[in-house]
């Protein structure tokens, strides 16, 4: 994370990775979120937004 600049932000999976949520729980300011329970409160808060090419087809599906 730290080569893409990327200090502190959320993290949107298509599904729970329970790898990289307990990996994330150990990073400040670095939360994970699944595409389906995605609020627009934890984008507006969130410095920067890294999202996974299935949570992103996910997000696409449920606003079609």
């Given amino acids: 994370l730290n080569g ?5 932000g959320l993290i949107v999976t ?3 990775d329970i790898n990289l949520f307990l990996s994330a729980r150990n990073i400040p300011n670095v939360y994970v979120s ?4 995605l609020s627009p409160v934890e ?3 969130s ?5 996974t090419t299935a ?5 696409e599906e449920s606003l079609s």
């Fill in 34 to 37: 699944e595409a389906r329970s």
């Fill in 4 to 8: 893409i600049g990327f200090q502190s």
């Fill in 43 to 45: 984008l507006v808060h």
């Fill in 47 to 51: 410095e920067k937004v890294v999202v």
């Fill in 14 to 16: 298509e599904g729970l």
């Fill in 55 to 59: 949570a992103l087809k996910a997000i």
